[in-house]
Antibody, heavy 123, light 107 residues
Framework: QVTLRESGPALVKPTQTLTLTCTFSGFSLSTSGMCVSWVRQPPGKALEWLALIDWDDDKYYSTSLKTRLTISKDTSKNQVVLTMTNMDPVDTATYYC???????????????WGQGTMVTVSS | DIQLTQSPSFLSASVGDRVTITCRASQGISSYLAWYQQKPGKAPKLLIYAASTLQSGVPSRFSGSGSGTEFTLTISSLQPEDFATYYCQQLNSYPFTFGQGTRLEIK
């Protein structure tokens, strides 16, 4: 069974750096075609894709946020970490991680999602 | 970046109705489009990938069509559990982008 779970602080102050961890099970990020993305959703608003890391350690970022984002993986721990610098109240959102597996028929689509973690940015 | 525009943004319908949601891309994306359903307080759920392929376990009343720049999600006969928000996502090129969502509510 494939599962993903996000963890991190529920509250951060403006200008601080946010570090979120996605811990997964049921698959390996060293498997060819495997990818993990981060997606966020401000309260009452739409989904926003943030970043993706693949099995080969290639990384892709949102154009508007790429200067603030870093995605990395620890294959041995089955974890993907997202850091976002210079947090602002507009970054208040639920942050999700999601899996895609290009070797499957679903391709790049996000077939399994974590439950999400709410992050509030406030002083 | 490729922009996705969904219409309508809000849809009110009754159980048993047939509804269609449209997603338009700012440039051609072949069939690299997915549809997700999201219920309040829950993570999105993959419904359709490659524009028209139903994800395993998704009821057959859901269908998708289109290629290039125009895509549709159709629910043939609305059930009470279908009232949710629906998002399209393009997977043609990075950065991946989502539409702004279509909220489907009970009339």
């Amino acid at each position: 069974q494939v599962t993903l779970r996000e963890s991190g602080p529920a509250l951060v102050k403006p200008t601080q750096t946010l570090t979120l961890t996605c811990t997964f099970s049921g698959f390996s990020l060293s498997t060819s075609g495997m990818c993990v993305s981060w997606v966020r959703q401000p309260p009452g608003k739409a989904l926003e894709w943030l970043a993706l890391i693949d099995w080969d350690d290639d990384k892709y970022y949102s154009t508007s946020l790429k200067t603030r984002l870093t995605i990395s993986k620890d294959t041995s721990k089955n974890q993907v970490v997202l850091t976002m610098t210079n947090m602002d109240p507009v970054d208040t959102a639920t942050y999700y991680c999601a899996r895609s597996y290009t070797a499957m028929a679903t391709g790049d689509a996000f077939d399994i999602w974590g439950q999400g973690t709410m992050v509030t940015v406030s002083s | 970046d490729i922009q996705l525009t969904q219409s309508p943004s809000f849809l009110s319908a009754s159980v048993g109705d047939r509804v269609t949601i449209t997603c338009r891309a700012s440039q051609g994306i072949s069939s690299y489009l997915a549809w997700y359903q999201q219920k309040p307080g829950k993570a999105p759920k993959l419904l359709i990938y490659a524009a028209s392929t139903l994800q395993s376990g998704v009821p057959s009343r859901f269908s998708g069509s289109g290629s290039g720049t125009e895509f549709t999600l159709t629910i043939s006969s609305l059930q009470p559990e279908d009232f949710a928000t629906y998002y399209c996502q393009q997977l043609n090129s990075y950065p991946f982008t989502f539409g702004q969502g279509t909220r489907l509510e009970i009339k």
